[in-house]
């Protein structure tokens, strides 16, 4: 394009282009540097009338709590947004020895609280100092709330935030810190994420499991770091996706995923998925035919992700799965993401599939760096048994290949139904980096 014609661009263009700009950069963690609004508006005069008119192009505020011109660049947005409603991140980019100042620089947003709809904070520091500004203020337009503080010794103490009201958020997301309870608002939040090594015990003596659901009735979604079951039992009627992240990769009690999973009295959940598990763990849960806590009438989804794994060895005595009926009647979807055993997992999921009446999808991914040729037996087996409806296998590329490898004409004969589980690899990839 010819400046020419670039200067020529219709100011409602100019304006689309500018905004298109930012959702594109809106997903990155890091600061950004060249935000569009700034860049475009330095093309010529014209251009910078209407970006500094336009307010919607002014809502995405980034702001660095270290920064000399952090006060300047505030009021800029501030003013410029006019009325409309904000998303601010603010962040430490280096760290500030002192909190207080912290503090201070962060409370620069409180005057505006009532217009942030969304908010995430990147900190180091003591959040029961840092946040305070926050703990009184009426955040009557927030949504979504982001805490990351990358210093966890201060995890024991849970902040006090937007004690005035905070009548819209739906949504929090922390790290390194954990909300206080009683909060007005807590009622009403539906996603709750809690990346914290959790040893919890509220001021007045209760568990994170009961504080949770006297507080919290109507959470559709709950993401936990989990250090042991301390955490007490959790009643969520309306809870539909759990996400457990064990922390103590070396908890190797044949028993600790069943008493995991008899902490949750969650009637609607559609989705379990629970990172840190062991193969033989796994097959005692799928030989139990009762929990004496929980139910899971509508569980569709399951899925076992090991991050690190001390076992050399499976143990004789958890094999083989013998027992009927299953704990999870609905059961449509089981996936084992770098599992330990893959093949007794395997081996034994498919000689008991009469106690999955529906399960349709089995996805594996074997560990990293480990022969999948028992695998490829286990599966190959099952399969010639032919003796009832296989589900449909989603395997990752390297145990695809490997089953490719064998006769390809033979592989069609068995009628196996497979599909390359893409893109899966990347999303266990994620999940194993958030639960670190
Ligand atoms: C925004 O800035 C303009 C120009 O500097 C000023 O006239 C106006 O009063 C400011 N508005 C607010 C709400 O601060
Ligand atoms: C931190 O800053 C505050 C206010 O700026 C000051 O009063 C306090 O003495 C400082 N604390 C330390 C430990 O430097
Ligand atoms: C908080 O603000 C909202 C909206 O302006 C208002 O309805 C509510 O009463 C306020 N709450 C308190 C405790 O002031
Ligand atoms: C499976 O359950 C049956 C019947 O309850 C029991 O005899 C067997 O020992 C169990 N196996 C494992 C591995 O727990």
Same mark, same amino acid.
């Given at each position: 394009m010819s400046s020419a014609k670039i200067l020529s661009l219709p100011n409602e263009l100019l304006i689309d282009i500018v905004a298109a700009g930012q959702e594109l950069e809106e997903g990155s963690a890091a600061v950004q540097q060249l935000r569009p609004e700034w860049t475009w508006s330095q093309v010529c005069r014209r251009f910078r009338d209407v970006i500094v008119g336009a307010p919607g192009l002014w809502t995405l505020i980034d702001l660095d709590l270290h920064s000399d011109t952090?006060?300047?660049?505030?009021?800029?947005?501030?003013?410029?947004?006019?009325?409309?409603?904000?998303?601010?991140?603010?962040?430490?980019?280096?760290?500030?020895?002192? !909190?207080?100042i912290v503090a201070e620089r962060l409370s620069i947003i409180v005057p505006h609280i009532h217009r942030i709809r969304q908010l995430r904070v990147f900190l180091s520091a003591d959040p029961q100092i840092v946040l305070a500004p926050l703990r009184h203020v009426n955040a009557s337009n927030l949504e979504r709330l982001e805490?990351?503080?990358?210093?966890?010794?201060?995890d024991a103490n849970p902040v006090e935030l937007f004690s005035a009201g905070a009548q819209m958020l739906r949504f929090i997301s922390m790290r390194g810190t954990t909300p206080h309870f009683p909060v007005p608002w807590a009622a009403a939040l539906t996603h709750l994420e809690l990346r914290t090594d959790l040893e919890w015990t509220s001021a007045e003596g209760s568990s994170l499991g009961v504080t949770i659901s006297t507080h919290c009735p109507s959470l559709a979604h709950l993401s936990l770091k989990m250090v042991d079951?301390? &955490?007490?039992?959790?009643?969520?009627?309306?809870?539909?996706?759990? =996400?457990?992240?064990?922390?103590?990769?070396?908890?190797?009690?044949?028993? =600790?995923? %069943?008493?995991?999973?008899?902490?949750?009295?969650?009637?609607?959940?559609?989705?379990?998925?629970?990172?840190?598990? =062991?193969?033989?763990?796994? &097959?005692?849960?799928?030989?139990?035919?009762?929990?004496?806590?929980?139910?899971?009438?509508?569980?569709t989804s399951l899925t076992f992700v090991n991050v690190r794994c001390g076992c050399d060895k499976i143990p004789d005595d958890v094999l083989p799965i013998t027992s009927a009926p299953p704990l999870f009647p609905l059961l449509s979807s089981l996936s084992l993401i770098r599992q330990c055993f893959m093949s007794h997992l395997v081996a034994?999921? &498919?000689?008991?599939?009469?106690?999955?009446?529906? %399960?349709?999808t089995l996805t594996l991914c074997p560990p990293a760096g480990e022969p999948v040729e028992d695998v490829c037996d286990a599966l190959w087996?099952?399969?010639?048994?032919?003796?009832?409806?296989?589900?449909?296998?989603?395997?990752?590329?390297?145990?695809?290949?490997?089953?490719?490898?064998? !006769?390809?004409?033979?592989?069609?004969?068995?009628?196996?139904?497979?599909?390359?589980?893409?893109?899966?690899?990347?999303?266990?990839?994620?999940?194993?980096?958030?639960?670190?």
């Open positions: 952090l006060a300047e660049i505030a009021d800029l947005y501030f003013n410029r947004s006019q009325a409309c409603t904000l998303c601010a991140t603010l962040r430490e980019s280096k760290d500030i020895d002192n !909190d207080s805490i990351r503080n990358t210093i966890d010794e201060f079951i301390s &955490l007490g039992r959790f009643h969520l009627p309306c809870l539909r996706i759990l =996400h457990i992240s064990l922390s103590d990769p070396v908890a190797l009690d044949h028993y =600790h995923l %069943l008493a995991i999973f008899d902490l949750f009295d969650a009637p609607a959940l559609a989705e379990f998925t629970i990172i840190g598990t =062991h193969a033989h763990q796994i &097959l005692v849960l799928f030989n139990s035919t009762t929990l004496p806590h929980s139910s899971f009438p509508a569980l034994g999921v &498919l000689s008991s599939l009469h106690i999955w009446p529906v %399960l349709k087996n099952a399969c010639h048994s032919k003796s009832q409806v296989l589900p449909k296998f989603r395997l990752f590329a390297s145990l695809l290949a490997r089953i490719k490898d064998r !006769d390809d004409e033979e592989v069609e004969k068995s009628g196996i139904d497979m599909e390359l589980g893409e893109g899966e690899e990347n999303r266990y990839s994620w999940y194993r980096f958030r639960s670190m």
